[in-house]
Protein backbone atom coordinates (compact mmCIF):
# COMPACT_ATOMS: atom_id res chain seq x y z
CA UNK A 1 0.00 0.00 0.00
CA UNK A 2 1.40 3.40 -1.02
CA UNK A 3 2.38 5.33 2.13
CA UNK A 4 1.93 9.39 2.39
CA UNK A 5 1.00 11.96 4.39
CA UNK A 6 -0.92 15.67 4.86
CA UNK A 7 0.43 18.00 3.57
CA UNK A 8 3.12 16.03 2.02
CA UNK A 9 4.39 18.82 -0.53
CA UNK A 10 2.99 21.49 0.13
CA UNK A 11 4.12 24.14 -2.05
CA UNK A 12 2.47 22.47 -5.31
CA UNK A 13 -0.36 22.26 -3.79
CA UNK A 14 -0.72 26.19 -2.77
CA UNK A 15 0.73 27.30 -6.00
CA UNK A 16 -1.98 25.10 -7.73
CA UNK A 17 -4.43 26.51 -5.65
CA UNK A 18 -3.21 30.32 -5.89
CA UNK A 19 -2.93 29.95 -10.03
CA UNK A 20 -6.71 28.00 -9.96
CA UNK A 21 -8.46 30.56 -8.02
CA UNK A 22 -8.51 33.40 -10.64
CA UNK A 23 -9.81 31.25 -12.74
CA UNK A 24 -13.04 30.37 -11.34
CA UNK A 25 -14.30 33.39 -9.53
CA UNK A 26 -17.88 33.42 -9.55
CA UNK A 27 -18.34 29.52 -11.67
CA UNK A 28 -20.71 27.63 -9.94
CA UNK A 29 -18.84 24.48 -10.65
CA UNK A 30 -15.20 24.02 -9.73
CA UNK A 31 -13.76 20.15 -10.79
CA UNK A 32 -10.56 19.05 -9.47
CA UNK A 33 -9.12 15.60 -10.40
CA UNK A 34 -6.13 14.44 -8.03
CA UNK A 35 -4.33 11.72 -9.63
CA UNK A 36 -2.87 9.04 -8.10
CA UNK A 37 -4.01 9.93 -5.06
CA UNK A 38 -3.40 6.72 -2.92
CA UNK A 39 -5.27 6.77 0.86
CA UNK A 40 -6.54 10.58 0.23
CA UNK A 41 -3.86 12.58 2.49
CA UNK A 42 -3.25 14.57 -0.71
CA UNK A 43 -6.76 15.35 -1.70
CA UNK A 44 -7.70 16.04 1.10
CA UNK A 45 -4.71 18.58 1.82
CA UNK A 46 -6.16 20.18 -1.38
CA UNK A 47 -9.39 20.19 -0.01
CA UNK A 48 -8.40 22.19 3.21
CA UNK A 49 -6.21 24.41 1.37
CA UNK A 50 -9.34 25.52 -0.98
CA UNK A 51 -11.14 26.10 2.38
CA UNK A 52 -9.27 28.70 4.02
CA UNK A 53 -8.12 30.56 0.41
CA UNK A 54 -11.92 30.15 -0.80
CA UNK A 55 -14.25 30.22 1.97
CA UNK A 56 -17.02 28.76 2.56
CA UNK A 57 -19.71 30.21 -0.10
CA UNK A 58 -17.55 29.39 -3.11
CA UNK A 59 -16.25 26.30 -1.48
CA UNK A 60 -19.38 24.95 -1.92
CA UNK A 61 -18.73 24.81 -5.92
CA UNK A 62 -15.98 22.30 -5.41
CA UNK A 63 -15.84 19.15 -6.36
CA UNK A 64 -12.47 17.02 -6.52
CA UNK A 65 -12.42 12.63 -8.02
CA UNK A 66 -9.40 10.98 -6.65
CA UNK A 67 -8.14 8.52 -8.74
CA UNK A 68 -6.02 5.75 -8.12
CA UNK A 69 -4.89 2.13 -9.51
CA UNK A 70 -5.47 0.91 -6.18
CA UNK A 71 -4.09 -2.78 -6.16
CA UNK A 72 -5.22 -3.32 -2.82
CA UNK A 73 -8.68 -2.21 -3.15
CA UNK A 74 -8.77 -0.48 0.36
CA UNK A 75 -8.34 3.17 -1.03
CA UNK A 76 -11.83 3.50 -1.72
CA UNK A 77 -13.22 3.02 2.26
CA UNK A 78 -9.98 5.17 3.48
CA UNK A 79 -11.44 8.06 1.72
CA UNK A 80 -14.92 7.35 2.24
CA UNK A 81 -14.32 7.06 5.59
CA UNK A 82 -12.16 9.97 6.14
CA UNK A 83 -10.65 8.07 9.39
CA UNK A 84 -6.06 8.92 9.72
CA UNK A 85 -3.90 8.33 12.11
CA UNK A 86 -1.65 10.44 14.23
CA UNK A 87 1.37 9.65 11.99
CA UNK A 88 -0.67 11.07 9.10
CA UNK A 89 -1.68 13.79 10.48
CA UNK A 90 1.50 14.85 11.70
CA UNK A 91 2.51 17.65 9.54
CA UNK A 92 -0.97 19.83 9.54
CA UNK A 93 -0.49 23.06 11.28
CA UNK A 94 -2.37 22.96 14.68
CA UNK A 95 -4.84 25.34 14.21
CA UNK A 96 -6.09 23.55 11.13
CA UNK A 97 -5.83 20.31 12.36
CA UNK A 98 -8.07 21.12 15.17
CA UNK A 99 -10.34 22.83 13.11
CA UNK A 100 -10.77 20.14 10.28
CA UNK A 101 -10.50 16.69 12.47
CA UNK A 102 -12.49 15.23 15.73
CA UNK A 103 -11.05 12.04 17.19
CA UNK A 104 -13.14 9.23 16.56
CA UNK A 105 -12.66 7.87 19.96
CA UNK A 106 -11.23 8.47 23.31
CA UNK A 107 -9.26 5.23 23.38
CA UNK A 108 -7.51 5.22 19.82
CA UNK A 109 -5.22 7.40 17.96
CA UNK A 110 -7.59 8.10 15.40
CA UNK A 111 -8.69 11.10 13.93
CA UNK A 112 -12.15 11.77 11.09
CA UNK A 113 -12.06 14.43 8.92
CA UNK A 114 -14.96 16.93 8.87
CA UNK A 115 -17.69 16.68 6.60
CA UNK A 116 -17.39 19.68 5.20
CA UNK A 117 -14.22 18.28 3.63
CA UNK A 118 -14.85 14.79 3.34
CA UNK A 119 -18.09 15.21 0.98
CA UNK A 120 -15.87 17.11 -1.65
CA UNK A 121 -14.16 13.73 -2.70
CA UNK A 122 -15.16 11.21 -4.70
CA UNK A 123 -13.10 8.02 -5.49
CA UNK A 124 -12.02 6.15 -8.69
CA UNK A 125 -10.14 3.48 -8.98
CA UNK A 126 -8.60 4.52 -12.14
CA UNK A 127 -5.28 3.12 -14.48
CA UNK A 128 -3.76 6.70 -16.01
CA UNK A 129 -2.25 4.39 -19.28
CA UNK A 130 -5.67 3.27 -20.41
CA UNK A 131 -5.52 7.05 -21.48
CA UNK A 132 -9.36 7.17 -20.44
CA UNK A 133 -9.63 10.23 -17.96
CA UNK A 134 -12.43 10.23 -15.37
CA UNK A 135 -14.01 13.13 -16.63
CA UNK A 136 -13.69 16.33 -18.63
CA UNK A 137 -13.34 20.04 -18.25
CA UNK A 138 -11.43 19.87 -15.33
CA UNK A 139 -10.34 23.84 -13.95
CA UNK A 140 -7.31 21.67 -12.17
CA UNK A 141 -5.75 18.49 -12.52
CA UNK A 142 -2.44 17.61 -9.88
CA UNK A 143 -0.59 14.23 -10.16
CA UNK A 144 2.47 14.10 -8.24
CA UNK A 145 4.36 10.78 -7.62
CA UNK A 146 3.01 9.03 -10.24
CA UNK A 147 4.47 10.57 -13.70
CA UNK A 148 7.97 9.17 -12.47
CA UNK A 149 7.06 5.66 -12.86
CA UNK A 150 5.99 5.52 -16.54
CA UNK A 151 8.68 5.43 -19.49
CA UNK A 152 9.00 8.49 -21.25
CA UNK A 153 6.72 7.86 -24.13
CA UNK A 154 3.85 7.01 -21.71
CA UNK A 155 4.42 9.89 -19.63
CA UNK A 156 3.82 11.97 -22.93
CA UNK A 157 0.64 10.15 -23.63
CA UNK A 158 -0.87 10.44 -20.26
CA UNK A 159 -0.07 14.22 -19.88
CA UNK A 160 -1.43 14.56 -23.61
CA UNK A 161 -4.88 13.35 -21.82
CA UNK A 162 -4.54 15.88 -18.90
CA UNK A 163 -4.00 18.59 -21.67
CA UNK A 164 -7.11 17.26 -22.81
CA UNK A 165 -9.48 17.19 -19.64
CA UNK A 166 -9.07 20.71 -18.77
CA UNK A 167 -11.24 23.34 -19.15
CA UNK A 168 -9.97 26.86 -20.82
CA UNK A 169 -7.06 27.82 -18.73
CA UNK A 170 -7.05 25.11 -16.80
CA UNK A 171 -3.92 24.43 -14.68
CA UNK A 172 -2.00 21.03 -14.20
CA UNK A 173 0.23 20.59 -11.26
CA UNK A 174 2.98 17.62 -10.76
CA UNK A 175 6.13 17.47 -8.12
CA UNK A 176 9.01 19.46 -8.63
CA UNK A 177 11.25 16.65 -10.48
CA UNK A 178 9.22 16.67 -13.17
CA UNK A 179 9.37 18.35 -16.19
CA UNK A 180 7.06 18.44 -19.33
CA UNK A 181 8.61 16.59 -22.13
CA UNK A 182 10.15 18.41 -24.99
CA UNK A 183 7.69 17.43 -27.71
CA UNK A 184 4.50 18.51 -25.91
CA UNK A 185 5.78 22.04 -24.26
CA UNK A 186 4.23 23.75 -26.68
CA UNK A 187 0.69 22.55 -24.78
CA UNK A 188 1.34 24.34 -21.77
CA UNK A 189 2.39 27.64 -20.30
CA UNK A 190 4.49 27.56 -17.50
CA UNK A 191 3.12 29.76 -14.61
CA UNK A 192 5.58 29.86 -12.00
CA UNK A 193 9.59 30.11 -11.67
CA UNK A 194 9.99 27.94 -9.54
CA UNK A 195 7.62 24.75 -9.53
CA UNK A 196 5.77 22.94 -12.25
CA UNK A 197 2.56 24.39 -12.37
CA UNK A 198 1.07 25.28 -15.33
CA UNK A 199 -1.80 26.42 -17.77
CA UNK A 200 -3.34 24.78 -20.45
CA UNK A 201 -2.77 26.59 -23.88
CA UNK A 202 -5.68 25.89 -26.18
CA UNK A 203 -4.18 24.27 -29.77
Given at each position: MAFTFFFRD???LENGVKQLLPN?????KIKIWDAGCAMGPEPYSLAIILAEQ?????FKNVSITASDIDGSNL?????????YSQTELGRIPKELFEK???KVNSDEDKYKIVDEIRLKLKFVKHDLLTLKPVDSNFNLIICKNVLLHFNYEERIEVIKMFH??????GVFATEQTQKIPQEIEHLFE???PNGQVFKKVNV
Open positions: INTVVGKSMGKFAFDKIISDGVYFTNSLDTNRLI
